[in-house]
C-alpha cells in the first residue's frame, strides 16, 4: 500500500483449504509402541545438511517476536 504495511486489524484472513480424507481412506495399523519405535528410529537417522542454505548469522527469537519476522 502506498501508506506504508497495513495494520495487523486491517489486513484479511488468509483462507486455508484443508482436505480430510475419509477415514476408509486411510489404514493405519501402526501400534501405539509401533509408533514410538518408528519416530525413534526417525530421530535417529543423520540430516544430511550438504545441500540446504543455511545463514550463518545468528538470529534469536524473544517472546514479542512477530510471526512474520520468524518467518522471514
Known sequence: ??????SPDKT???????????SAEVEDCMTPSDIAEWEDQQLDQLVDFKNCKIDPAPFQLVEQTSLHKVQN
Do not use: F, L, Q, T
Not at 500500500?1 to 497495513?6: N, W, Y
Not at 486455508?16 to 475419509?22: L, Q
Open 12 to 22: 484479511k484472513p488468509k483462507r486455508v483449504r484443508i482436505s480430510m480424507a475419509e
Open 1 to 6: 500500500s502506498p501508506d506504508g504495511p497495513a
